[in-house]
């Protein structure tokens, strides 16, 4: 019997030990309720007590959460329709106000920073220009191009000067919603800009003048390499014309050379014995003209017939 008694009795200190405990992570943080109203908070990690049965202990997240915001079609200043996208940083700053606040639920949380982020960035959009938005300093924008003549040129572009930039809207943004944020004990840690885009109809219009602009890139890319083909064909030609020249003329040269070989051949032949070369000569004659059917006209006196005179 006294076993049981000790059993009973150390499950029961066991169970009163637990109850009264808990431990807190790095990660974590506490808020010690008593009869559902928050009594004290708790932010270091460790064994902590508490009273059981009478108190217990709400486990809040200690790390940096985030807020991450749903695209929104807003109008800048100057009447430019544009979709933004915003996402912060928070954490739990004060435990004890934001459970009584938001009573400890994180959906409730990013809810309530959902009115105030957006708000601040719906009133800060309608009174900026699209410019303030997307530059973040009045840096010059360098463009790089093809001139007429195929060299690669550099311009300095123009562009509107800006007064405060994306960085410095976005930490206006982050000091208006902090005010209302630091209500809910809640401290934010950061707000950005994501994304900055134009509607679909604006959109399609930037479209379609990006596409005009490569169109004109493209053409006179196209009109320098038709220019560049013209002379490389024209070079070509006129190398090619030369080339022919420069042949037929040593062709003249070699049969100028051979035809004055040939007539010194034959005229050394001839000076060695004429009597011999005329009548061989005249036999080539007659046999390139008198055929089988040749009919001649002309005097017996005549010097072409002389070779033929006796023959019978």
Sequence with gaps: MKRIILIILILAAFIVVSSSTFVLHQTQQS?????????????????????????DARIFDKRILEWDGRPRSLTTLDKVSIYIDAVARWKI????????????????????????????????IADNTLIELV????????????????????STKETPRIEKGRNA???????????????????????????????????????????????????RFRSLGEGEKSRI???????????????????????????????AIYARAYNRDPEFYSFTKTLDT?????????SLV?????????????VK
């Design 31 to 55: 808020v010690i309720v008593q009869f559902g109203r928050p009594v004290r908070s708790i932010t270091e990690p460790g064994l902590h007590f508490k009273i059981p049965l009478i108190q």
């Design 93 to 124: 700053a004060d435990p004890l106000l934001y459970l009584e606040t938001v009573e400890g639920n994180e959906l409730i949380a990013q809810a309530r920073l959902d009115n105030f982020i957006e708000g601040a960035v719906k009133d800060f």
């Design 135 to 154: 530059r973040t300093s009045n840096r010059d924008i360098v463009t790089t191009g093809i001139d007429e003549f195929g060299v690669e040129v550099r």
């Design 169 to 219: 809207l976005a930490n206006e943004i982050l000091i208006r919603a902090k005010k209302d944020a630091a209500l809910l004990g809640i401290e934010l840690v950061d707000v950005r800009i994501k994304g900055v885009n134009y509607v679909e109809s604006v959109r399609q219009k930037v479209y379609e003048r990006m596409r005009a602009e490569r169109m004109q890139i493209a053409a």
């Design 233 to 263: 064909l024209g070079d070509m030609e006129f190398e090619l014309k030369t080339i022919i020249s420069g042949a037929d003329r040593k062709a003249l040269e070699i049969m100028g050379k051979a035809d004055a070989t040939a007539t």
């Design 286 to 294: 007659y046999r390139s003209t008198l055929g089988k059917n040749t």
């Design 298 to 310: 002309m005097s017996s006196e005549n010097e072409f017939l002389k070779y033929l005179k006796g």
